[in-house]
């Protein structure tokens, strides 16, 4: 099993760009996530999904797209990027459901940097 | 809706020392607590959890936590650390019956010198 993995592990942007940052996993869980990890405020939820076709956001959505289209892929998308957004994102994933065993694991983060 | 404190930013210790590193929480109703490890340039890594039960949870590397409830903490404790040892750890709680929905601190960063 891979596990969870992100492309691209580097990304520098220009003020105003669009990007799609990619996530998939191979242990078929069906709730998935985004994080952003910034200096100070440890990892802050962007948007989950609970399955495909259902998303729904989390702390910080603004200037984030999620879609889940699929069980394995869960994409995050930029629409037109800023400063603020630059950060360090991690995708997770884990099996549905509040229980104790459920699990999230972690994919190795994409370092975006917006000029 | 619940927070987490992680106590001290940096924490610089020397190898073989112990150390504890500090995390407090606050929420209205039951949570699970987590202890994940991110070395460097990594993802995050689970260290440990408290479920329910016994209040001291051991986890890998040698890394335990003791669960208080009245003072609302999870502080994590090692006896002795070793230069590997280095990395950032965030304490993490998710709320029972909310889903998988983690709130992380802010993180420490453990610094081991020879």
């Known amino acids: 099993n891979a596990g969870v993995t992100q492309t691209p592990k580097f990304q520098v942007l220009k003020t105003g760009q669009s990007m799609t940052l990619q996530c998939a996993q191979d242990m078929n869980h069906e709730y998935m996530s985004w994080y952003r990890q910034d200096p100070g405020m440890g990892l802050r939820l962007i948007h989950y999904?609970?399955?495909?076709?259902?998303?729904d956001q989390g702390e910080v959505p603004n200037g984030y797209n999620v879609s889940r289209s699929t069980t394995e892929d869960f994409p995050l998308r930029l629409l037109s990027a800023a400063p603020s957004q630059t950060s360090v994102y991690f995708c997770?994933?884990?099996?549905?459901?509040?229980?104790?065993?459920?699990?999230?694991?972690f994919g190795p983060g994409t370092r975006l940097t917006v000029l | 809706a619940q927070s987490v404190t992680q106590l001290d930013s940096q924490v610089p210790v020397f190898e073989e020392a112990p150390v504890e590193l500090r995390c407090n929480y606050s929420?209205?109703?039951?949570?699970?607590l987590f202890w994940y490890v991110q070395y460097p340039n990594q993802g995050l890594q689970l260290l440990l959890k408290?479920?329910?039960?016994?209040?001291l949870v051991k986890g890998i590397n040698g890394f335990e936590a003791e669960f208080n409830k009245s003072q609302t903490s999870f502080h994590l404790r090692k006896p002795s650390v070793h230069i590997s040892d280095t990395a950032e750890y965030f304490c993490a709680v998710r709320v029972l019956k909310a889903g998988n929905m983690l709130t992380f601190g802010g993180g420490t960063r453990l610094m081991v010198k020879p």
């Open positions: 999904s609970v399955g495909a076709g259902i998303t």
């Open positions: 929420s209205s109703v039951s949570v699970y």
């Open positions: 408290y479920l329910s039960g016994s209040t």
């Open positions: 997770a994933s884990s099996y549905l459901g509040g229980g104790p065993y459920n699990e999230q694991f």
